[in-house]
């Protein structure tokens, strides 16, 4: 059974910092871009951060770029999302989704996925 599971949410300050991590089980990552997608009570899913197979190449979106690292360790079969100096608009379900059939880069485009994690809450509240 193919399966991804997020982890590593949470409640944090404003400035404050949480890392993610989607571990997938059922199927290896080698082969699959990985995406970052979040969504906040009222608002659509948005791509936040994706990062290609090889992990040599990534996206993000302008609201998180210089705040948040997306990663990759094959060997672990996990994605990771490092966010730092979070702000009360980063507040959102994030969910991790696999593409598979990708040889370089990622997209932001979730209609491209195929496998989706059940998501993990980020409130960023003093």
């Known amino acids: 059974q193919l399966q991804l599971v997020e982890s590593g949410g949470g409640l944090v300050q404003p400035g404050g910092s949480l890392r993610l991590s989607c571990a997938a089980s059922?199927?290896?990552?080698?082969?699959?871009?990985i995406g970052w997608f979040r969504q906040a009570p009222g608002k659509e899913r948005e791509g936040v951060s994706c990062?290609?197979?090889?992990?040599?190449?990534?996206r993000y979106a302008d609201s998180v770029k210089g705040r948040f690292t997306i990663s990759r360790d094959n060997a672990k079969n996990t994605v990771f999302l490092q966010m730092n100096d979070l702000k009360p608009e980063d507040t959102a379900v994030y969910y991790c989704?696999?593409?598979?059939?990708?040889?370089?880069?990622?997209?932001?485009?979730?209609?491209?996925?195929?496998?989706w994690g059940q998501g993990t809450q980020v409130t960023v509240s003093s």
């Open positions: 989704a696999a593409d598979q059939g990708v040889l370089n880069g990622c997209t932001s485009w979730d209609g491209e996925y195929d496998h």
């Open positions: 059922g199927f290896t990552l080698d082969y699959y871009a």
């Open positions: 990062i290609s197979p090889s992990g040599d190449a990534t």
